[in-house]
């Protein structure tokens, strides 16, 4: 692995269906990120964690769960995909939540329907 | 509220010099970033102002005045490579970034 990886590339996902999106980083970064982009609007920030087992809230949390068992691993949880979580997803780490750059993950494309 | 307002769409010619205006309001101020993002892609790491004054990079430079909640990003010698989007954020006082919707340049020959 090299950097920040994200899995699946891309799903199609029944309304009602649970769903977890896979994110693994290899660069010992303390930091870790969720976000969704969405045509017209800036990245928004779901859920983030400055350090292995401790997570926040961002601006659009509803609807997502995440957990940070480790410092490498941040999966994000939909419990009950509905269609407005239709968006492309994008997880990033930094080396601290201070002014480092932030790394993103390739991105995962999700459809509910 | 909190909002970061940059051009939607901007178009300039191969080789020309062209650059994308950001301002911000936002709950506190530690830093701000531009990002390049391809069509497509992942968003990348172009530069970080936390001071007043340009900070030139290459091709790319990065203007900030704190006192009036503004940014350029100045893109010199433009490529056709460089059509892209470019996406400012403000880290605010929670540290956390707050993105504007982006800038998406299109390079013409």
């Known amino acids: 692995i090299a950097g920040i990886t994200q899995a699946p590339t891309s799903q199609i996902l029944a309304a009602g269906r649970r769903m977890t999106l896979r994110c693994t980083q290899d660069m010992r970064h303390n930091a870790m990120y969720w976000y969704r982009q969405d045509l017209g609007l800036g990245l928004r920030l779901i859920h983030y964690s400055n350090t292995a087992g401790t997570t926040g809230k961002g601006e659009v949390p509803d609807g997502y769960s995440v957990s940070r068992a480790n410092t490498d691993d941040f999966p994000l949880t939909l419990a009950s995909a509905v269609p407005s979580q239709t968006s492309v997803y994008f997880c990033?780490?930094?080396?601290?939540?201070?002014?480092?750059?932030?790394?993103f993950g390739p991105g995962t494309r999700l459809t509910v329907l | 509220g909190q909002n970061i307002d940059q051009p939607t769409e901007m178009t300039a010619t191969e080789g020309a010099i062209v650059q994308i205006n950001c301002t911000y309001q936002t709950s506190g101020f530690n830093g701000l970033f531009w990002y390049q993002q391809h069509a497509g892609e992942a968003p990348t790491f172009l530069s970080y102002?936390?001071l007043d004054g340009l900070e030139e990079k290459g091709r790319f430079s990065s203007f900030l005045s704190r006192s009036k909640g503004y940014s350029y990003l100045l893109l010199k010698e433009l490529q056709m490579k460089d059509s892209a989007s470019y996406l400012c954020?403000?880290?605010?006082?929670?540290?956390?970034?707050?993105w504007g919707a982006g800038t998406k340049l299109i390079i013409k020959p």
């Open positions: 990033a780490s930094s080396d601290s939540t201070g002014g480092n750059e932030q790394f």
């Open positions: 954020a403000v880290l605010d006082s929670n540290y956390q970034l707050i």
């Open positions: 102002n936390v």
